[in-house]
């Protein structure tokens, strides 16, 4: 038995809002497949987030089509499941289309029974849990998991509960798992829930690959008797999931080489790492004067390739002219980011250190506490935070499942301390902002009544 594992695909994702960047990602998405089918795999897992959006557009969705009719026509079939960023609340998701066409095998918890070619269902009192099937000669697979479930759900529902392998299966989810994540990026505090829904624990034994996605970066271990697997993006996630980063020591660019992308061919449940060709994200790190800076990075520059993402992270002790910096280097995209060295330390005139409420008007404090060390690439990044689905996916849901919840992130720089609020502190923030909210004027009021000057 041989197949492929794949996850984390974000077909439509137009990173740093380059529209040539989707079709980097379905490039990489064409590669893996068309690997496996070399390969001759006898099927596919999508371990989740084939799809940047849980609304894809017209043309995602002909890529996604195309790409997998590649093997389709060589009756090599795909279980897949949705992830956070892929599912949906409504009765049917974009992998239900597929499914109709063919393309796909979707398995998980659904409202009705599914029998086919290489699904069975089996009755719980959740739903109907259905199942991918594979045969081969006299052996059998079956393929267990469901869509990204929010922690809260699954503390409800123990994932121990839900399967119970049969024979040779696997278990496939779209979670992340604390020790796990733990274990790739350090050692995590409780307020940064986001990052994990699941402990190793909670995993069900007895299956003989665990074929995992959200977590970015291609990540391999055991658990019990079988193999656990995260195959990680199949593209460069940001600059914190880099090819090559360059760290500045104070004489000298020290070079440190980032993991590899791409996905698993598992045979006789061996998983064996195949790697892609993307493109390279270089992130450089410098803390100089401004002279030292521009004759380091000129030297630099002659080891970036041109088709590089780079990113330069300027620490200041004083700030200066960086746009001087990116001249420098010549690359398909080079992004800036400078921060101050030092922390702020400044005194009232008694000699106490300010809360920050002295410091900073409300609005200002705010914009702190959202954003944080966050990367704002754009503006509309922000109105999100303040306004939309950004602001809103961080207060408790009257629903259990947020439509939406922040990726996994590819690397431990990339781990934002979330702030330390308590739901109770959240609701309140949220009805405060809420009385913000200008209100518009109801049917059959005027516009004197709604700026307050009507009877
Ligand atoms: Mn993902």
């Known amino acids: 038995m041989k197949f492929a594992h794949i996850a984390d695909v974000h077909l439509g994702f137009e990173q740093y809002r380059l529209p040539y960047r989707a079709d980097e990602f379905a490039e990489a998405f064409r590669r893996a497949i068309e ?18 959006s849980s609304r894809p557009s017209p043309e995602t969705l002909k890529q996604a089509m195309e790409i997998l009719s590649l093997p389709k026509e060589r009756d090599i079939p795909v279980f897949g499941i949705e992830g956070n960023h892929d599912r949906t609340q409504r009765r049917v998701s974009a992998y239900h289309l597929l499914e109709k066409l063919g393309l796909l095998y979707l398995i998980g918890l659904r409202e009705e029974r599914v029998e086919s070619e290489h699904q069975t269902s089996e009755k719980t009192d959740r739903g109907w849990l259905v199942k991918g099937v594979f045969e081969k000669g006299n052996k059998s697979v079956e393929i267990h998991g469901m869509k990204y479930m929010s922690a809260a759900w699954l503390e409800k529902n123990p994932p121990k509960e839900i399967f119970r392998p049969e024979g040779d299966s696997i278990l496939m989810l779209h979670q992340g ?8 990026m350090g050692k995590l505090p409780e307020s940064q829930r986001d990052y994990y829904e699941l402990r190793l624990g909670d995993l069900p034994k007895g299956y003989l690959y665990y074929a995992l996605g959200h977590i970015h970066r291609a ?58 060709k993307v493109r390279p994200f ?13 004759r380091e990075l000129k030297r630099l520059s002659t ?4 088709e590089a993402f780079v990113r330069l992270d300027v620490r200041w002790l004083r700030p200066y002219d960086v746009s001087k910096l990116t001249e420098l280097i010549k690359a398909r995209y080079v ?23 002295e410091y900073f008007i409300p609005v200002e404090l705010k914009a702190i506490n959202l954003t944080g060390e966050r990367t704002i690439e754009s503006i509309d990044e922000v109105v999100e935070l303040f306004l939309g689905e950004g602001w809103d996916e961080k207060l408790p849901k009257k629903s259990e499942e947020p439509e939406r919840k922040e990726d996994a992130p590819a690397r431990k720089e990339e781990v934002r301390p979330e702030k330390e609020k308590t739901n109770k502190a959240q609701e309140k923030e949220h ?19 709604w700026l307050g000057g009507g009877r």
Request: net charge negative; no cysteine; glycine share 6%.
């Open 177 to 184: 798992v604390r020790e796990l994540v733990e274990e790739m």
């Open 303 to 306: 080891k970036i390739p041109e």
């Open 219 to 276: 990540f391999l271990t055991s658990y019990d008797i079988g193999k656990l697997a995260y195959p990680g993006s199949l593209q460069r996630w940001d600059f914190g999931d880099y090819e090559l980063r360059y760290r500045w020591d104070g004489n000298a660019f020290k070079p440190t080489a980032g993991n590899p992308k791409g996905f698993y061919i598992v045979e006789d449940w061996e998983p064996r790492f195949v790697e892609l």
């Open 282 to 294: 270089i992130d450089i790190n410098i803390k100089a004067d401004e002279e030292t800076a521009k």
């Open 335 to 357: 992004y800036v980011r400078t921060r101050f060295e030092r922390k702020l330390t400044g005194r009232t005139p008694s000699g106490e250190v300010p809360k920050p409420e």
């Open 35 to 52: 690997i496996a089918v070399e390969e001759k795999v006898d099927f596919i897992l999508i371990a989740g987030d084939l799809f940047h």
């Open 431 to 449: 009805k405060d902002s809420e009385k913000k909210v200008v209100k518009k004027p109801s049917k059959g009021s005027n516009l004197l009544d």
